[in-house]
């Protein structure tokens, strides 16, 4: 065992690690777990060698143990999100070269016809795990650990690469400025095939010592009733779970009111990311549990850049000043520096920036600028802190702290037989940050409902990219150059 991350178990071994699904995992849980799986993944070979290994399973104790055996086997681990269709998933396994195929029972029936279409190797977290711990390989810091996709101006998503080099950069920032400790207790309820969710949460209480109790789906209640029970130090989430958990707490009784805020005041920090909070979400939010949200500023392919303080004043609809280990810079359109108060598009440097778009070098070279990442991103500096102002590109839409790629959405949406042109916008909205819409051109003699629409849809894209709104028109708002002129659709849904 070489990689810290793993080698600091050995300081909390019988600390608790993970709960989930009512049980509890410590820290020698998970090595020995881990062990068994990497064990399991190697067969007869010495080292994985980063090949890539796929693997969908729901939040708990078996997806962290199933991604430290992938690492400790020497391979690169390609999260999967439990809410995507087929093609999607499939989309991810075949750009990322997956040789092998790791599944919860549950999704037995949508992989395993992948695994087989594609000669893989596939594996089901119910076998039976080897008793028989093999030598695992010696991991240097370089390799290339993980790859997450994410939503580009190009369409589909891009494998953004990180190595454990990065990952380490990444968490070792944030247990810096948030003070993680072996004492803190954090309730997991965010994706796992999520930068937010497996560093931001997962690896930083894991590489604290601290308690992770893991949840497989967000439920509003089941939240509010953990947070009442659980003596929690840390909860972080997106805006729309935090528009959930208001809306529940308005509707719960007076007695529930009161014990719910009281748990939320036994924490020392909650923690709001993935999309802009909107000031009034932030401000039920302060009077429902008496703190006001530490906005904070990062994306897939840097971890996290921009940080509200732990300590000190924090600035509604501002995300802070850089994070420990990390530069910041704003550029005007020929990446010049541009003065205070001047908006420009954020750049960033760090150990914790990511190696690469997966076996896309052209968008990898296309996305630094003399070493610094260009986020296309824009925002300003003001009053000694950053403001976020929105996206360079149109065409990518936040979503539930999700981010979507609207070229993307509107290929598949071509693929209907009753769709002849489209197009997709952002819309904003209080819960959601941003509506996926659709305006529609329809083919002559076509009626289409909103509900057999998204009913096709959800069969080709995952759930937070299928419109939740759409409009029909004869035409599409066009300029001279014949290019669809995005904020003229969008004013379309006003």
Known sequence: MNLPLINRVLEHKNRIAIASNEQTYTYEDLLHASSQIATNLLQDATDLQEQRVAFLIPSGFEYIATLWGIWRAGAIAVPLCVSHPRPELEYVIVNSAASIIVAHPNFEALLRPIARSHNLRFILTSETLPTQINPLPTVDLSRRALILYTSGTTGKPKGAVTTHRNIQAQVTSLIDAWEWTASDRILHVL?????????????????????????????????????????????????????KLIAAWETATEELQKSRSEGCAKMRLMVSGSAALPVKVLENWQKISGHFLLERYGM?????????????QRKAGSVGKPLPGVEVQLVDENGELVAAGTPGEIQVKSPGVFLEYWQNPAATAKTFQNGWFCTGDFAVFENDNYRILGRISVDIIKTGGYKVSALEIEEVLRSHPEIQECAVVGVEDVEWGERVCAALVLRSESSLTLESFRSWAKKQLAVYKVPTRILTVEELPRNTMGKVTKPEVTKLFY
């Open 191 to 243: 994706p796992l095939h999520h930068i937010h969710g497996i560093v931001n949460v997962l690896l930083c209480a894991l590489w604290a010592g601290a308690e992770c109790e893991m949840l497989e789906k967000f439920d509003a209640e089941t939240v509010w009733h953990r947070i009442d029970r659980g003596n929690f130090t840390l909860f972080m989430a997106v805006p729309t779970i935090y528009v």
């Open 300 to 312: 897939t392919e840097i971890g996290m850049a921009l940080s509200n303080p732990l300590h000190g």
